[in-house]
């Protein structure tokens, strides 16, 4: 069986989107700052689906091999969902993707659809996605699932990517997560000229 675990790129102050978010601006205004890493190399690295070309350093290359050829299926949340449209239909990574909703949207539902919609909470969530991965990994691709995930601690592992860049307001990261301390232990950390890629390991139990 493989990981459940987070991938998203944050602002060194811990926001994964700038304010305002929405279709008109996906990661808030200014937050596409935080996605340059992925154009601003000069390795090109083809996603799974060959449907998008980034172009990024080696070493994200070699990191962005590596996490999404072993992603079998993504967990997320329903405004990530509605802000992309679904992605157009169709995700870049071309896994199955899970999303965590109180009311299934109509005319996503059809047969052969990579979208599951889940309604009876985060552990439901990520128990579909577990089943759809096979022995692939979990990604979890929002922020308010992340934070579900970290405490009801069904997060193997924390990914981040982190940019040099304070946005200083948006949805943040690690939000809503209680007084509960959860421990980390820092597992890689890949230094790339515009975002420093960085792993850690839930530590179980603590
Ligand atoms: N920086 C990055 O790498 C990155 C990657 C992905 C997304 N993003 C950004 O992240 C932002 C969205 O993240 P977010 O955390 O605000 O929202 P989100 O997790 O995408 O969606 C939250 C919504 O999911 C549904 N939901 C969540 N938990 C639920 C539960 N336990 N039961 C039922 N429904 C539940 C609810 O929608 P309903 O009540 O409407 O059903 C909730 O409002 C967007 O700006 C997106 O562009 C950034």
């Not at 919609?117 to 577990?130: I, L, N, P, Q």
Request: aromatic share 8%; glycine share 12%.
């Amino acid at each position: 069986m493989g990981k459940v675990t987070s991938g998203l790129t944050m602002s060194l102050d811990g926001f994964i989107a700038g304010p305002n978010d929405g279709p008109e601006h996906p990661l808030g205004e200014n937050g596409m700052r935080l996605f340059d890493w992925y154009g601003s190399g000069d390795t090109e690295y083809v996603v799974p689906s060959g449907g998008m070309t980034f172009k990024v350093s080696p070493q994200s290359a070699e990191m962005l091999f590596e996490a999404f050829s072993s992603i079998g299926a993504i967990v997320t949340g329903r405004r990530t969902f509605d802000i992309t449209n679904g992605w157009g239909g169709r995700h870049p990574l071309d896994v199955p993707i899970v999303v965590l909703t109180h009311a299934v949207p109509e005319g996503w539902d059809y047969e052969g659809s990579p979208f599951t919609f889940v309604t009876d909470g985060v552990e439901s969530a990520v128990e579909k996605a577990r089943e759809l991965a096979g022995e692939k990994d979990v990604a979890v691709g929002a922020a308010s699932l992340v934070q579900q995930c970290l405490r009801a601690r069904l997060l193997d592992e924390v990914h981040v990517d982190i940019v040099s860049v304070l946005l200083g307001g948006g949805v943040r990261m690690f939000d809503h997560l209680g007084p509960e301390h959860i421990e980390l232990e820092r597992t890689e950390i890949v230094e790339a000229p515009d975002v420093t890629h960085m792993t850690f390991r839930v530590v179980k139990g603590v």
